[in-house]
């Protein structure tokens, strides 16, 4: 006789029980007929679900009747225990090995897919100061919200088939927790509170939010620019615990240390044209600029009439992300990694003293005038859902107008995308990619292939823009929830490289 007993949770009032859900085959595969008693079935409709999920992803389901036990509340058949069902039947039939001190929650769609289920969180939550669990896996949507657990990994699975994967010993099938806090976290600065942007502003923004790219703004007021770069740092999710280590000891740099505790408030600093450069980058007396802006916006306005040194500083910089500064006489090396946004009426004299090398890394060109957006202040900012999800509150705004809220979340998914993505690159941006890991991950669609192509060939884009356009399309793809980029990502990405606004969205 197999059995294959596999650890789970059920939520109760308050916290989570215990549960072990098992699958009982003899030798040959026959079922059990005569179950222990005491512990509840799973019921006949779970069992279904289970098995057209299993067959829908070729993973092998025994072809007779399958008995599984489990301690359930009473009625049973909870969503939440779909996954364990299925792990325990493919232990069971010899599908998979047997996965110990693991708990296993989250429900299953029919396509094999791992989908959240009410209670997972609550469930997380009662595994703190647990040491008998190991590892807990959990639907990998649910990632961006699970809490930290001291002593148990939490691993995310998109797919029943991931998990297969990673008991056969393949451990990057599954995508481990990261520490990205919710954009509700960073309250906005009351005077962002209640703005709406135009739909094809909102979506640069978000994209160069989402894939950290740097970002051009041209336009007739530079109190409209200022205002759209403010915008950027408000979608900016909050920093994680390290980002929020390092920005601190930018800050603490030759100044007394103290015991503020670090700020995970993604920062906003601005460079004016006749900036020094010890003010834009730093020297031996403190920070400069752009460590102070490290992992936040750093805005420089005016940036058609800016000296070449600072130039060559900030392509330093953008390529690099670290400058070095005399820490007592000896050279060290800082982390600065801020998201570069120029801004400037966008005359022709003035752009063409914006230099190509810098000009070349600015993947996000946005034209903004006053109609790109307004303030709604006798209203609460809409609690919508982000594009791509249906939700009671998914309605246009103002004319298809965006509230700043609604694009922060959808920034923090598309981002946590992207971080699963590239994690064995080292890097969680789509604009970090190297090219190399772009090459193997960016098939795009014939007809997108040949675009980029055509605006090679003539010129208008070069050999590094093509690259750019192809990151910025995967951060398009992952704000829509895409797996990868579609021709209509594509041609986005080129019109915003090109600075120029597509007929259709």
Request: include cysteine; glycine fraction near 8%.
């Amino acid at each position: 006789m197999t059995l294959s007993p596999i650890r789970s949770l059920t939520p109760v009032t308050g916290g989570a029980r215990d549960l072990t859900i098992t699958a009982a085959l003899d030798a040959d595969h026959h079922p059990v007929h005569t179950p222990p008693p005491g512990p509840r079935h799973v019921t006949p409709e779970q069992l279904d679900r289970v098995k057209t999920a299993l067959r829908n992803t070729d993973l092998p389901y025994p072809t007779t009747p399958v008995t599984v036990e489990g301690d359930l509340p009473t009625g049973g058949g909870h969503p939440i225990h779909d996954l364990a069902v299925a792990i325990a039947v493919l232990t069971a039939a010899g599908g998979m090995p047997r996965l110990d001190d693991t708990v296993v929650v989250g429900a299953l769609g029919l396509d094999g897919s791992v989908r959240p289920a009410v209670g997972i969180r609550q469930c997380l939550l009662a595994l703190r100061n647990r040491t008998d669990v190991r590892r807990v896996i959990i639907p990998g949507a649910d990632l961006v919200t699970a809490p930290t657990l001291d002593h148990v990994a939490v691993l995310g699975a998109d797919t029943v088939a991931d998990v297969v994967a990673y008991a056969r010993g393949r451990r990057d099938a599954l995508i481990p927790a990261l520490s990205l806090p919710p954009p509700a976290a960073c309250a906005l600065p009351p005077f962002l509170d209640g703005l709406v942007l135009s739909p094809w502003v909102a979506r640069g923004l978000a994209a160069a939010a989402a894939g950290g790219h740097h970002v051009l703004l041209t336009g007739p007021d530079p109190d409209d620019r200022s205002l759209f770069a403010h915008a950027l740092t408000a979608l900016l999710p909050a920093l994680t615990d390290e980002q929020a280590f390092i920005l601190a000891e930018n800050r603490r740099y030759g100044g007394p240390a103290d015991s503020t505790p670090p700020d995970h408030l993604p920062p906003y600093r601005a460079a004016h044209r006749d900036a020094s450069l010890s003010s834009l980058i730093g020297s031996s007396r403190g920070p400069g600029a752009a460590l102070l802006a490290t992992y936040g916006v750093l805005h420089l306005p005016d940036a058609g009439g800016r000296p070449r040194e600072q130039w060559e500083e900030l392509w330093q910089l953008i390529d690099s992300r670290e400058v070095i500064l005399p820490v007592n006489g000896t050279p060290t090396f800082f982390t600065a990694d801020p998201l570069l946004v120029l801004s400037m009426e966008g005359l022709p004299s003035q752009m063409r003293q914006v230099p190509p090398m810098i000009y070349d890394r600015v993947s996000v060109r946005l034209h903004v005038t006053r109609t790109d957006h307004h303030h709604r202040p006798d209203q609460e900012p809409p609690s919508q859902e982000p594009p791509g999800q249906d939700g009671p509150d998914d309605k246009p705004l103002d004319g298809d107008m965006v509230a700043l809220p609604v694009l922060a979340r959808t920034v923090a998914a598309a981002r946590l995308r992207a971080a699963r993505r590239w994690l064995d690159t080292g890097v969680s941006t789509n604009a970090e990619v190297p090219e190399d890991a772009l090459a193997a991950g960016s098939v795009l669609p014939r007809a997108s292939c040949e675009l980029l192509d055509r605006h090679h060939r003539a010129g208008v884009l070069s050999e590094r823009g093509v690259d750019e356009v192809r990151r910025l399309a995967w951060s398009l793809a992952d704000l829509d929830a895409c797996p990868r980029p579609e021709p209509r990502h594509v041609e986005q990405a080129v019109a915003l490289r090109l600075q120029c606004r597509p007929a259709s969205r």
